[in-house]
Nanobody, 122 residues
Framework: QVQLVESGGGSVQAGGSLKLSCAASGPGYSYSYMGWFRQAPGKEREGVAAIWTSGGLTRYADSVKGRFTISVDNAKNTVYLQMNSLKPDDTAMYYC???????????????WGQGTQVTVSS
């Protein structure tokens, strides 16, 4: 069973930066792609970024392109989300996910973490 544990969330002022981490444990053959999603109160969970853990291919939501960077350290079984130039609209619970498709849709992922809160104040 794959387990994902997020960390690195917190409160920051607009324009600031945060780096989220997601540590994975369990069978590595259970997934090839990892992604970050976010969900604000009253809104649907949306895909933010995804990465192919073997080759580095990435995808980003238009709303974060140029500001967020997803990366992976396979030696540590950890995926990161570097978030720069944060905006109040980025405030949400951020979730890590693992699956078999390089996608940004919730249904494309099989395993989920518990989430880490990011709050951006103006």
């Amino acid at each position: 069973q794959v387990q994902l544990v997020e960390s690195g969330g917190g409160s920051v002022q607009a324009g600031g930066s945060l780096k989220l981490s997601c540590a994975a444990s369990g069978p590595g053959y259970s997934y090839s792609y990892m992604g970050w999603f976010r969900q604000a109160p009253g809104k649907e969970r949306e895909g933010v970024a995804a990465i192919w853990t073997s080759g580095g291919l990435t995808r980003y939501a238009d709303s974060v392109k140029g500001r967020f960077t997803i990366s992976v350290d396979n030696a540590k079984n950890t995926v990161y989300l570097q978030m720069n130039s944060l905006k109040p609209d980025d405030t949400a619970m951020y979730y890590c996910a693992a699956g078999w498709i390089l996608g940004l849709l919730r249904d494309e992922y099989n395993y989920w973490g518990q989430g880490t809160q990011v709050t951006v104040s103006s």
